[in-house]
């Protein structure tokens, strides 16, 4: 069924095609048509009138814009032709088109038919709308190339003028190029615009720089925006940036380079030109802000303000470092620290309005604190040199020791020196004392302006550089011992060799007590500082909740410790700005760095209060207790030495006692001998021992018993050591049996239950140090006597006996060692060695043992005969002068005869002298043989015959002589070696 007038979507439809818009698209509206009726191709005959007319519109447009593509562009008549002849099958398509509708009988495959000559000739028709934009792009690159290449052929009038259609042009240019881009010549109008692109540049730089240096930028900003534009047009807009930030700071930079005397300066005055520094710093970032507002405008702001602050301080970088570094000192480096912290937190306030991410935190703070950043990375060395010259300053002076005394000098001047002597050690010992307070000070000063500078991040930096400064503070106080140890020599004084002097072992206790001080005080700080550093690292680390435990510490990575950012806003607090700028220098160390760093915080958490209740201990600062300790040590022996040494040298002439070798006499016959007593050199070294006690008790009374004890601990072990070894290496002793001889007066600390130590104790552990060396350098004098004879081992052993007592009354009860040698010389040498095979078969024992080398060595001294070395050597002494006697009689009676022939030989040749000489070569007469006694047996049978004349006889004995005087020599050689065999082994 046909209806006479056409639905509405087709009136519609003719209604749009009838329409005079010029953006009419006639491929949509034809979809749209058979869209609505694909299956009745008769219902579109209506619509075929409009489409003809829209099309005959497309023609005479499409002749329009040939015409005027050949008016302007010749090059392109090849394509339009080519378009026409495309546009030919076109038209007869839209005819069939025309007629099907029109025929009203349609194929199921009509539409798809339809639908693609409509889709060619929308694509034909787009194709022409780009040829014709094409053209006209191709007119626009034409004139601005001769507009731009005119305005550049003067560039100073350029530049004076500020065109305003420079940029514009250049702009076209480009958009120009991207459309003509596919078409013919491409490469050259690139290359075109390359030229006149870099023409541009050089002929905007003059002017640009002239405007950045102008004394007052706001009345340049124009100029600079006009740069700007043109510049941006070529792609060269940060040019105009780069020259404003490099240019305006050059007055700030005339500032830094004209003070020239910051070097010389002290950390406060260089604080104070810093601050004045940073002040017209920060006055020219906001004078400049409003120049930059009105060229970048607001939305580069901050990045332009920001690049203006690193050219400003960057070029400075260098000079800022050599500055701090000249003179370096912890002060001189916070003095600067503190002035650019103060600047960082005055630019706070214009950057956070500008821009509030972590970022731009992050580059603020790396400009600002660039020249520190050197000194983060090499803290441990710059603290150390600084510290260690500090306490450098603080050791005494060394002592000067005392010029030997003549013999023949008077008492009244040995009274005078002596209290001055003694004085002066007092004093350097008072002197260290008083250093112990102001060298921890700078100890404590030292982790606090690290914290300060670090915020806590260069802290395990700052205790090695403690425990070294502390360890050259040490060696120089040690470096003072050899002139101390001078002070009142026996031997150098004129003093007895065997009494000690009293009044310098007082000194030497003064001085352990400035050791026990100096340690006492460490462990002290030790604690305070610890405790601390833990909040300080909380804080660091941005722990509000408190210190978590090592557990949850250990799974956090050390990204996470040293990597959070922190924003401007959150930065207004110092100290957080503080440790967001040491977490960005961290974050740029190496891993082994940020691992020490991790480690070090787990380990301060994780130590515990006290490694030891009974003396005091450093559990952060344990390298500088360390170096305290070696210095220490060198104290204790000083006071040891004052009463071992004067004991020692009474045991030097223990081995060469005649008494060893004493025989009963003959001539008392079967007398009763009586008991024996103890010698002088034994009774003097137990006056020794027991005054020490009385010397002791009224210091162990006094109020610096404590800092002794500290002082004294480890005594035993570091005095008598060498002492012990000398033994040790006497007797071959392995290290158990060693270490059994060296507790043998020792008492452990099991047996101590009192938490402190007490003056008991403190005399105990002396009284039992200067025992313990006594009695190694007696069994060590003991083992080197050469021969002992019963008499001698029995007075041995009332020696020994007498010294057990002083030992049980000086603390030393449990005496074993000496108490068996001395039962052992009570028996005979066969029962000796055989106790000591005894002791030696109990190899699990190493005390036994050490006894069955002792006995063993005595033992070998009881058996060897006695005299048989004098005897020897007085045999020898009486064969070799009977040799020497008996050759050197022997020569002059070969001298005699051959005087006497030569006589009678120049004799016999005056009558001869004119007869022929035939017997001329006859032998002479031998001269008789001496006649062998039982002395010479074993001597040389026969000497040689005498000489002619006398000279020959001379060089004939000669060498007899020599060889008399080399027998001489080598016998006095092996007298000598044989008396070294025969004597005590050393």
């Not at 392995?734 to 007490?758: F, H, I």
């Amino acid at each position: 069924m046909s209806s006479t007038s056409p639905p509405p979507t087709d009136a519609a439809l003719l209604a749009s095609a009838a329409s005079a818009d010029a953006s009419f698209d006639a491929y949509a509206w034809a979809e749209e048509a058979l869209s609505s009726r694909p299956d009745d191709a008769a219902a579109l005959s209506a619509l075929l009138p409009p489409l003809a007319r829209r099309s005959q519109a497309l023609a005479r447009s499409l002749h329009a814009s040939l015409a005027q593509l050949a008016l302007s562009a010749p090059q392109l008549q090849t394509r339009v032709a080519a378009l026409q002849q495309a546009t030919t099958p076109l038209g007869r398509r839209l005819d069939s088109v025309c007629a099907h509708a029109a025929g009203g009988g349609a194929s199921g495959s009509a539409p798809r038919g339809d639908l693609s000559q409509l889709a060619t000739l929308h694509a034909a028709k787009q194709r022409l709308q780009g040829c014709a934009q094409a053209l006209v792009e191709a007119a626009k690159w034409g004139r601005n190339v001769r507009a731009v290449a005119a305005l550049l052929e003067d560039p100073a009038r350029l530049a004076a003028r500020a065109d305003a259609t420079l940029a514009p042009r250049v702009r076209e240019m480009r958009a120009s190029l991207e459309v003509l881009r596919e078409l013919p010549g491409a490469w050259d109008r690139e290359q075109t615009l390359l030229r006149l692109s870099a023409q541009v540049e050089a002929a905007v730089r003059p002017k640009l720089a002239a405007c950045a240096r102008a004394d007052d930028a706001a009345d340049a900003a124009a100029a600079l925006r006009w740069c700007l534009d043109v510049l941006g047009s070529v792609g060269r807009a940060a040019l105009v940036r780069d020259e404003f930030c490099r240019v305006r700071p050059a007055a700030v930079h005339r500032l830094w380079f004209a003070h020239g005397g910051a070097e010389a300066e002290a950390a406060e005055a260089l604080g104070r030109w810093l601050d004045g520094f940073y002040a017209r710093v920060l006055q020219l970032l906001q004078r400049e802000t409003r120049v930059a507002r009105d060229v970048f405008g607001a939305e580069p702001l901050a990045a332009v303000l920001l690049q203006l602050l690193r050219d400003t301080l960057a070029p400075l970088a260098a000079s800022f470092r050599d500055r701090l570094a000249a003179g370096f000192s912890l002060q001189r480096l916070l003095s600067g620290f503190r002035a650019a912290r103060s600047f960082a937190g005055q630019l706070l306030p214009l950057f956070r309005a500008l821009e509030s991410d972590a970022a731009a935190a992050d580059q603020l703070l790396r400009v600002v604190f660039e020249p520190f950043r050197g000194f983060f990375a090499d803290y441990n060395r710059f603290a150390s040199d600084a510290l260690t010259d500090a306490l450098l300053r603080l050791v005494p002076p060394a002592l000067e020791a005392p010029r030997p005394r003549e013999a023949g000098a008077e008492e009244e001047e040995e009274e005078e020196d002596a209290p001055t002597e003694d004085g002066a050690l007092q004093s350097f010992a008072q002197r260290v004392e008083d250093a112990a307070a102001a060298a921890w000070t700078l100890l404590d000063e030292s982790l606090q302006q690290c914290h300060e500078f670090s915020g806590g991040a260069a802290f395990p930096e700052a205790v090695e550089a403690v425990g070294a400064a502390v360890q050259q503070f040490a060696l120089a106080l040690s470096a003072a011992l050899p002139a101390v140890r001078h002070l009142r020599e026996p031997a150098a004084l004129g003093g007895s060799a065997g009494a000690p002097d009293w009044r310098r072992f007082h000194a030497a206790l003064a001085l352990l007590t400035a050791c026990g001080a100096l340690e006492s005080d460490l462990c002290a700080l030790d604690g305070r500082v610890r405790v601390r550093m833990q909040q300080q690292l909380a804080q660091f680390l941005g722990e509000t909740g408190g210190p978590a435990s090592p557990r949850s510490r250990r799974k956090k990575s050390v990204a996470d410790a040293v990597g959070a950012g922190a924003t401007l806003a959150e930065l207004a607090d110092p100290s957080k700005l503080v440790a967001a700028v040491a977490r960005s220098w961290l974050h740029d160390e190496p891993p082994a760095r940020q691992t020490q760093f991790h480690q070090f915080e787990l380990e301060l958490l994780a130590a515990p209060s006290s490694a030891d209740a009974r003396y005091p201990t450093a559990l952060l600062l344990d390298e500088a207790q360390r170096a305290l300790r070696s210095w220490t040590k060198e104290a204790q022996l000083l006071t040891y030495d004052a009463v071992f040494l004067p004991i020692a040298r009474v045991l030097e002439t223990l081995p060469s006692n005649e008494s060893w070798r004493k025989v009963p006499d003959a001539t008392l016959g079967d007398l009763p001998t009586f008991s024996l007593l103890p010698q002088d050199y034994i009774t003097l070294v137990a006056d020794l021992l027991l005054s020490l006690l009385p010397q002791l008790e009224p210091f162990a009374q006094s109020g610096s018993l404590q800092r002794a004890v500290v002082a004294s601990r480890g005594a035993h072990e570091s005095c008598v050591a060498s002492e012990w070894a000398r033994l040790a290496q006497l007797l071959h002793l392995t290290p158990p049996e060693l270490a059994a001889c060296q507790r043998l007066l020792l008492s452990s600390e099991a047996q101590r239950t009192e938490p402190t130590p007490t003056a008991t104790e403190f005399v105990d552990l002396w009284t039992a140090t200067v025992a313990s060396g006594t009695l190694a350098a007696l069994l060590r004098a003991v083992c080197s006597i050469p021969t002992l004879s019963e008499l001698g081992a029995r007075q041995l052993s009332a020696d020994l006996a007498y010294f057990h007592n002083v030992l049980s009354a000086v603390g030393g009860e449990g005496n074993w060692l000496v108490d068996d040698l001395r039962r052992a010389l009570d028996a005979d040498p066969q029962a000796q060695a055989q106790h000591a095979d005894e002791l030696r078969a109990e190899r699990d024992s190493p005390e036994k043992q050490a006894l069955a080398k002792i006995n063993a060595c005595v033992a070998a001294t009881r058996q060897r005969p006695l005299w048989t070395l004098g005897q020897a050597l007085a045999r020898l002494r009486r064969v070799h002068m009977a040799s020497i006697y008996f050759y050197y009689n022997e020569l002059l009676r070969q001298s005699e005869a051959a005087a006497a022939q030569g006589q009678r030989s120049s004799a016999a040749a005056d009558d001869r002298a004119k007869e022929p000489q035939q017997d001329d070569n006859a032998a002479e007469p031998a001269p008789a043989e001496p006649a062998k006694t039982g002395e010479n047996q074993d001597e040389e049978p026969s000497l040689p015959p005498p000489p002619t004349d006398s000279e020959a006889q001379l060089a004939a004995l000669q060498p007899r002589m020599n060889r008399l005087a080399y027998l001489q020599t080598a016998v006095a050689s092996n007298l000598d070696a044989l008396a070294r065999a025969l004597g005590p082994k050393e």
